[in-house]
């Protein structure tokens, strides 16, 4: 499956943005689907993800901030981040999971640059 991720921008401390990640085929039926982000010289983090069965997982540093979502019928991923911080600042990826013969497959959309700034 191709993401493309999108919604990403300049902001200040304090404001919201949306992200969105729009998939090349069906997302009903993945073992993950969610959001990354990476700040350059730092590891990829996970911020916030859909499991197989439906639940979600949020990291403990944007519980209460930001809230994933999908609309299976467009095929597309939401991120919605309230209240960014200077720390929010990074590039957001989003990854999809999916059944892949025997396995799995993983795929990661191009990344969109959120700056938060102050």
């Known amino acids: 499956v191709q993401l493309q991720a999108s919604g990403g921008g300049s902001v200040q401390s304090g404001g919201s943005l949306r992200l969105s990640c729009v998939a090349s085929e069906s997302i009903s039926h993945v073992n993950l689907l969610g959001w990354f982000r990476q700040v350059v010289g730092k590891e990829r983090e996970r911020v916030a993800v859909f499991n197989g069965d439906g639940t979600t997982n949020y990291a403990d540093f944007v519980k209460g901030r930001f809230s994933i979502s999908r609309d299976n019928a467009k095929n597309t991923l939401y991120l919605q981040m309230n209240d960014l911080k200077l720390e929010d600042t990074a590039v957001y990826y989003c990854?999809?999971?999916?059944?892949w013969g025997q396995g799995l497959k993983t795929s990661w959309g191009q990344g969109t640059l959120v700056t938060v700034s102050s």
């Open positions: 990854i999809a999971v999916v059944p």
